[in-house]
């Protein structure tokens, strides 16, 4: 069955650099990766989108092994308004459920 | 311009009631998606619309779940019956025309808050 795995809980410090990493060991040749980011009481918001290699956009990177069986969005430097929720999205070619989040990863930022 | 809306806000049934929850999406978006979200969880895919297809209804966790689009616009998530275990925000997408495969940007709504007593 196709999911997606990500590390339940990440900390990090103002400042700092923080890279989530996403698995997604069934992903089809067609799939993209995407990232959304949840505040509390909030819909997700996209974040950027990926197929391989890798993509920049004026907030975050992300990062796509040659396997493409994992991604890892890149945050440069963050600060306390990105705590939040941070899902990875892939559009599996297979199985009964197109669209599968992962369960996302809790950021907390700590001054 | 304006988001993708979604209403109520929250909704407070009792245990066996049927429940409509609505959601208006970005004008000019074919592409219409349905979460489910309980408490702490991550999102759960229910259903998919797109354009005048036939929409995909993989997800719904059982056939008292069903959904309508009119239209190609709104659309109205119904629960019937409902039971204590359907209490989670309901979030409602919208995004451009898209494949399954290779979704476009989605849009979330605020969500709707159901809460069964």
């Known amino acids: 069955l196709a999911k997606t795995t990500q590390p339940i809980s990440m900390d990090s410090y103002e400042g700092q650099e923080v890279n989530i990493t996403c698995s997604h060991n069934?992903?089809?040749?067609?799939?993209?990766i995407t990232w959304y980011q949840q505040f509390p009481s909030q819909g997700p918001r996209f974040i950027i989108q990926g197929y391989k290699t890798k993509v920049t956009n004026e907030v975050a990177s992300l990062f796509i092994p040659a396997d493409r069986k994992s991604s890892t969005l890149s945050l440069p430097r963050v600060s306390l308004s990105d705590t939040a929720v941070y899902y990875c999205?892939?559009?599996?070619?297979?199985?009964?459920?197109?669209?599968?989040f992962g369960k996302g990863t809790r950021l907390s930022v700590i001054a | 311009g304006a988001g993708v809306s979604q209403s109520p806000s929250n909704k407070v049934t009792e245990k066996g009631k049927d429940v409509e929850l609505r959601c208006d999406p970005i004008?000019?978006?074919?592409?219409l998606y349905w979460y489910r979200q309980s408490l702490g969880q991550g999102l759960e895919f229910l259903i998919y619309?797109?354009?005048?297809?036939?929409?995909?209804k993989s997800g719904l966790p059982s056939d008292r779940f069903s959904a309508e689009r009119t239209g190609g616009s709104v659309s109205t998530l119904t629960i019937q019956r409902t039971q204590q275990e359907d209490s989670a925000v309901y979030l409602c997408?919208?995004?451009?025309?898209?494949?399954?495969?290779?979704?476009?940007?989605?849009?979330f709504g605020p969500g709707t808050r159901l809460t069964v007593t």
């Open positions: 004008s000019g978006h074919t592409a």
């Open positions: 999205l892939v559009a599996f070619n297979s199985g009964n459920t197109p669209l599968v």
């Open positions: 997408a919208s995004s451009l025309a898209s494949t399954s495969y290779s979704p476009y940007e989605q849009y």
């Open positions: 619309f797109q354009g005048n297809s036939a929409p995909d």
């Open positions: 069934n992903i089809a040749t067609n799939d993209y």
